[in-house]
């Protein structure tokens, strides 16, 4: 029961504060030219770091870019003209296959009892 009311209010297609949630969400990253993936951080989840160490380089690149140039409108108090607002794709991701890859990886080798392949630790 608990699993079925979760899913009815994380659903932007069921629940409309979802919907509402995503679509505010949207704009604020469209604003910046970010995708929702670039707000993983590496330094703080290790499993973030191992996947975007196992993407191409390009795609990488990509994302650091995004990340400095949302840095940079945001110190200059300023958003991406409309023309290129219209063009960002916040949802489309190119993070969760390889981050579902990497936590499955994880969880098959503590279920199997291996040694961990970093050390999950904070800095």
Not at 83 to 104: C, G, I, N, W
Request: charged content about 30%.
């Amino acid at each position: 029961m608990a699993s079925a009311i979760t899913k009815w209010l994380v659903d932007p297609n069921r629940n409309p504060l979802a919907a509402l949630h995503m679509k505010t969400l949207s704009n604020r990253l469209r604003n910046y030219g970010l995708r929702y993936d670039d707000l993983y951080d590496p330094m703080y989840d290790l499993d973030v770091k191992e996947a975007l160490n196992r993407l191409p380089r390009e795609i990488v690149d990509a994302r650091n870019q995004r990340l400095k140039r949302a840095l940079d409108l945001s110190m200059k108090h300023a958003y991406l003209p409309d023309d290129l607002k219209a063009m960002q794709t916040p949802f489309r991701s190119y993070l969760q296959e390889m981050l579902a890859l990497v936590k499955r990886e994880r969880a098959e080798r503590e279920a199997l009892g291996a040694l961990p392949l970093y050390q999950r630790s904070i800095p």
